[in-house]
């Protein structure tokens, strides 16, 4: 009998950065990733991006969701707002995603909010 299958291990910045491409590759608008490592104790990352529309919005949560699940079996914690698709968020534990209609990420200037946080650059190496 063989042993189960293992899913690799992935680091949070890993599965950020995965979840950065999955944005991009899905045309989000803006994506920018925020380590509040030093920062805050909520999470170590943030990850902000903007959709076109609410339908855009809603579209790049569920890829999110979806895409990570089956590649690296991450679910998320907790989700907000995929119905209304004006602020979605997806809540991972160690990374928190955050999907904005872009009048509501003006309204909200999360970067603003958090401006002592580092940006770190998003790589197409995240995990696969």
Do not use: C
Request: aromatic content about 8%.
């Amino acid at each position: 009998m063989s042993a189960p299958a293992m899913l690799p291990s992935y680091t949070s910045l890993d599965l950020a950065q995965r979840a950065a491409t999955i944005l991009l590759d899905r045309k989000g608008n803006d994506v920018v990733l925020l380590s509040l490592k030093g920062v805050s104790d909520m999470t170590d990352y943030f990850l902000i991006a903007s959709g076109t529309s609410d339908t855009h919005v809603r579209a790049l949560g569920n890829s999110v969701l979806g895409d990570l699940k089956k590649e690296t079996g991450q679910t998320a914690n907790h989700v907000e707002g995929l119905q209304q698709g004006r602020w979605v968020l997806l809540d991972y534990v160690d990374f928190v995603v955050h999907v904005f209609h872009p009048t509501l990420r003006n309204f909200y200037q999360i970067e603003r909010l958090w401006a002592d946080a580092d940006v770190i650059p998003i790589t197409a190496h995240g995990a696969r």
